[in-house]
């Protein structure tokens, strides 16, 4: 039996990808921002979102302790973050700088493997974030990879729809645009390499199958037409990501759950970004009663005395600098300055989204076109960007991960103009 728990709406665009540790929640976005919740009464950490990425995120992964989280993004760059203060711990930039599709951790946290759309993976040391080796699998995007338990042994999906091994016995599962859910056994023979073979083909889903995933003890499987699905590593809750903008938790049978003193969740409990009053309107044109309850939502309840005594309301609030915070704020903790900016820059991210049609972005940099181009695939994007991609070998379409059958590109004038005016009425 699967119960659901709440449905988290932070995000202003898709869910990629969510990640359970033992005691957090992260999500990321097409919208450039990774978040990251509490398991117990998931309210978000006081330093999310991170925000680090110049465009969407694929994917994020924790480390075996929950010290470490990894994302990677169009950008080309996987980052690692503490979480512990939600800093930037490193960079790494997948060779050719290709935008980076997927990462994951080895079970003992000592490697880092990520996968491009071009192709290739990057194996990392991620003690000594030293590179100790890269690959080409083929032309297609790298849309999954996975360790085996072991550690011995890493896999790379692509949208060609290959599964590889690269160097015990394990079972894998695989899941594509062909409705089917596929488990393998992977056998590392003495002279011969890897040996697939193929075990079940699991046809229950009318759709396409997005995402898959085992839970910690390898005896359930979960898949669904979600663009993300996860088990939590100590209990019993799945997260689910989806392209409506939401994350929903869910528990399963019996087990430990999250939420309250108890561990006790309300079943279809829905947890909004913003606080009453508030969450629908633009933030410029927040009251300084808005500001308030924003800060205490937020969990900076210390800052509402002197931002009342100041007048701060919503423009004012967009405003404000770390230098501002402290001449004229009179803020002195460094950690609470750094803290109220991540959570402004937030705050000016998700209102420049929500202001811009959509139709009017580029769906890999997520900014308003200037130069709109119609590509093979049927979608319209920023000349540069798509030119970008595809100059850096991919030969899959940013929106479906199938092969574009040409590279040729349609000016969208029609698009172009609906832009142009869209913008003189601003």
Not at 116 to 133: E, P
Not at 178 to 187: C, R
């Amino acid at each position: 039996m699967v119960s659901l728990i709440c449905t988290l709406q932070h995000h202003t665009d898709d869910v990629n990808w969510c990640a359970l540790s033992r005691n957090l929640l992260a999500t990321c976005s097409t919208d450039k921002t990774v978040r990251i919740f509490s398991i117990f009464d998931f309210s978000e950490l006081p330093f999310s979102p991170l925000i680090g990425h110049g465009y969407g995120v694929h994917c994020c992964c924790f480390s075996a302790c929950g010290q470490y989280l990894a994302s990677c993004s169009t950008d080309g760059c996987t980052i690692i973050w503490s979480m512990g203060t939600g800093e930037r711990v490193a960079v790494f930039a997948h060779p050719g700088r290709c935008p980076v599709r997927v990462c994951t951790f080895s079970s003992d946290s000592a490697y880092l493997l990520s996968g491009g759309s071009d192709g290739t993976f990057s194996l990392w040391d991620f003690r000594s974030r030293a590179l100790l080796r890269t690959g080409s699998v083929n032309e297609a995007t790298v849309g999954a990879c996975s360790f085996s338990p072991c550690g011995q042994m890493f896999v790379t999906g692509t949208s060609y729809g290959d599964v590889r091994g690269e160097v015990v016995r394990v079972r894998l599962a695989s899941c594509g645009q062909d409705s089917q859910l596929k488990i393998w056994s992977i056998s590392r023979l003495a002279a011969a390499g890897c040996r697939m073979q193929l075990l079940h083909t699991l046809t229950g889903q009318s759709g396409p199958v997005l995402s898959c995933a085992f839970s910690p003890d390898g005896q359930q499987l979960i898949s669904g037409y979600v663009t993300a699905c996860a088990f939590a590593p100590t209990t019993s809750l799945i997260a689910t990501g989806s392209m409506d903008k939401t994350v929903n938790v869910w528990r399963v049978g019996d087990g430990l759950h999250a939420g309250g003193d108890e561990g006790e969740a309300v079943p279809g409990r829905k947890l909004q970004q913003q606080g009453p009053g508030h969450s629908r309107r633009p933030v410029s044109e927040w009251s300084e009663g808005d500001v308030s309850a924003w800060l205490q939502g937020e969990g900076l309840g210390a800052l509402v005395r002197p931002f009342s005594d100041n007048n701060i309301d919503g423009a004012e609030l967009l405003n404000l600098t770390k230098d501002s915070l402290t001449t004229e704020l009179n803020i002195d903790s460094v950690g609470l300055r750094n803290k109220l900016m991540r959570k402004i820059d937030g705050l000016k991210t998700a209102s420049a989204w929500s202001n811009d049609p959509d139709e009017f972005l580029c769906p890999i940099t997520r900014e308003v076109m200037s130069d709109p181009v119609i590509a093979a695939d049927g979608y319209s994007y920023e000349r540069e960007a798509i030119q970008s991609w595809i100059n850096s070998k991919n030969r899959s379409s940013p929106m479906t991960n199938l092969p574009l059958q040409t590279t040729m590109l349609t000016p969208n004038r029609t698009l172009k103009m609906a832009i142009g005016r869209w913008k003189s009425s601003q």
